[in-house]
């Protein structure tokens, strides 16, 4: 379930620990909330399971865990996608949220989807270097009240 | 308040039963619920009370039996929208999402909204030759677990 | 908290009475209700409190108090400001509905994010001028049944 250690975001002077869970999120909800509370974990990005199919759950697992839902990214994603594959891309149910002072990333389970998501936002987002903001300068707040 | 079975995605090879919900979906919760209950139902469009005002409920009523949201349906469509009507796109709460294996589309009452949505999306998401992915070839697995 | 009264749209020949929350929305959500139960406040402008931090609880407060969504406010914003800061616009989560027949908004807290959605998006929504259509000229009908 639990595939591999990314790279941190490649120019990033703070490194960013992510863990990326593959294939299909049978036990997602369960998963989320485990690694969110994990301090050691920064980012968790899933593919898989964000179609429409019954057995493609992950958007609801992590919206059972969300304490804020980060609308925009599944919006961009889909934007992005639409010079791509045309109306398809409203399958994609792409989705992201903080929960636990983590932020979580559900990606689509195809590479080429991946990859799209990654050089069109994540590769930005997850560097901090990037302006006027981004998802890293950010991760010593998430938790402040 | 039920109103056509609509023609068939046009080249489709699988007819596609559509229910065509015209009007004030005074009572939308409940058709939602039979609708998508109904085997012989593929896919159910409601037109009207996608707005704002007290008597626009669809929305609500849409949202109360989705089993998962298709997030990307709405935005698209305002997406689409923005050029031809500018910022009054934002008026439109359109959605859509699926229950009980149905696919459930709420579209604005006016004709030349419902036109847009057929031919900028649902032309295409309707029609099982649609590359790279469509709705019709999916639904034998919306009910898979 | 209540910072000021706005000008009301330009050209509107219906006053339109706006109260703008400015600052970091602690207390948003007691504030929503109040604000959208008072007969003499048309729309509520919220600045602040639409990020991803642990004190950015605006979005939430918002949503608690909503009758109904207008999904498509922060989607445009964010799809405008893309042009703008790029990726970085997934970090708005600028969010509008209605409540107690009351236009809500939350707009980020940057003055330069807050002209954009004014320039962009309000001053056309709320000016009754506007065509094809506005959310002042449906005032009367928000608490219709």
Redesign the interface.
Known sequence: MLGSIAAPAPSSTKPVRVLVIEGQALFAKALCQVLASDPEIDVVIATGGT??????VT??AFHSVYE?????????F??QS?EK?????????AT?G?AG?TYLFALPGSPGACRDAWD??LI??LDNR??????VE?MP?????
Not at 68 to 76: Q, V
Not at 85 to 93: P, Y
Not at 141 to 145: G, N, Y
């Open positions: 179609g429409v199919t019954g057995r493609d958007p609801e804020k839902e980060i609308a925009g990214f599944g919006e961009l889909r934007w639409y594959i045309g109306t398809s891309t409203i399958q994609s149910r992201a903080v002072g069109g936002i930005h987002q990037f302006r006027p903001c981004n998802f950010l707040r998430l938790r402040e009240r």
